[in-house]
């Protein structure tokens, strides 16, 4: 209920933001403006939004300089979604069918390519140097990151190292600059922008493997797509890489995944559900995820006692235990 709290005396300026949203994808070409609001009408937490303006409350809070930060990352989140699913062949998403799916591979892909464009013509209107050194820094480690994905589907023997620094670049780094940017763009200290990029670094590596827990723990109607996602497009999340650890299970869930790469992801994944879940995997992923949770709170500590530290810290429990 507080994380509800917390949007709703926001709604405001989320609203403002949304709107934002939709003008910038606008295009006279009918059939890009469509595909581009396709993914934006289905919504979604807008999670990187509220931290660039939470962030923005530790600075000079200036709405009308903020949204040329939180528009941009939300496209740039919207745009590697659409790329993702033509990738992962995912026909699905939020409940709605996918722009691959609705149209086909290459409308999509162009239509995320128009995304990341729209998104760095919203970012232009800010002149702050370090905005755009540390904008087109994330875009190459988050384009890094896809490729890192692509060349470990179905790989067992990758270690953890190698799935921490692969969801630091696909989901950590544009949470962390996020928080980041929300306080550059406020004109707030090098401290306090230090700070928010630790929070959200933390926040963002806690919110994947979250994810990757709940699309092995959740339902289809939870998820807005079926369970067990991950494993079908070939991604060895946490809880797999523990449960390989474990001689007990290992030849057997070898030999399970092996059956799931043969079929390039289409087959029942069911048996493969069951080992991850009858161990005690799932819950050692939970206690890192905890852990960077405990570390994003941290990087508070020094900031501020005003409301928006107060929400950031709500946001990061809702983040650690969220069960969508």
């Not at 709703?8 to 939709?22: F, N, P, T």
């Not at 200036?62 to 040329?68: A, E, F, S, V």
């Not at 988050?142 to 790989?155: A, K, N, P, T, V």
Request: hydrophobic fraction near 40%; charged fraction near 25%.
């Amino acid at each position: 209920m507080k994380l509800l709290d917390i949007y709703a005396r926001m709604k405001k300026d989320i609203a403002y933001v949304e709107r934002e949203l939709e003008s910038s994808v606008y295009s006279e070409h009918a059939m890009l403006k469509e595909t581009s609001l396709h993914l934006l009408k289905a919504g979604g937490k807008r999670i990187r939004p509220v931290f660039v303006l939470l962030a923005g409350q530790f600075g000079k809070y200036d709405l009308q300089r903020l949204k040329h930060i939180a528009v941009p990352l939300e496209l740039i989140h919207m745009a590697s979604l659409v790329h993702d699913d033509v990738i992962d062949d995912a026909n699905t998403r939020r409940g709605q069918l996918t722009v691959k799916s609705k149209w086909d591979n290459r409308v999509a892909m162009y239509t995320g390519d128009y995304i990341f464009a729209k998104a760095l013509t919203v970012a232009t209107q800010l002149s702050d140097p370090r905005i755009h050194r540390i904008l087109s820094k994330a875009l190459v480690e988050l384009s890094i990151g896809e490729m890192e994905q692509i060349r470990y589907f179905f790989r067992t023997d990758q270690t953890l190292r190698n799935y921490l620094l692969r969801i630091k670049r696909k989901t950590a780094l544009l949470i962390a600059i996020s928080c980041q940017l929300g306080a550059v763009a406020s004109e707030a200290s090098d401290d306090v922008c230090d700070s928010m990029y630790a929070f959200g670094y933390n926040a963002g590596m806690a919110f994947q493997i979250r994810d990757d827990i709940l699309d092995l723990t959740g339902t289809e109607k939870e998820l807005g797509k079926p369970p067990g996602s991950d494993i079908r497009q070939g991604n060895i999340t946490l809880p797999v890489l523990c449960a390989l650890r474990d001689p007990a299970i290992r030849s057997e869930l070898l030999a399970e995944i092996e059956r799931i790469r043969l079929v390039d992801g289409q087959t029942d994944v069911t048996p493969f559900l069951r080992i991850i879940r009858s161990g005690t995997y799932i819950g050692e992923a939970d206690r890192l995820s905890s852990n960077y949770i405990d570390r994003a709170i941290a990087a508070l500590s020094g900031l501020p006692d005003i409301r928006a530290k107060r929400d950031l810290v709500q946001i990061a429990h809702f983040i650690g235990n969220r069960s969508y």
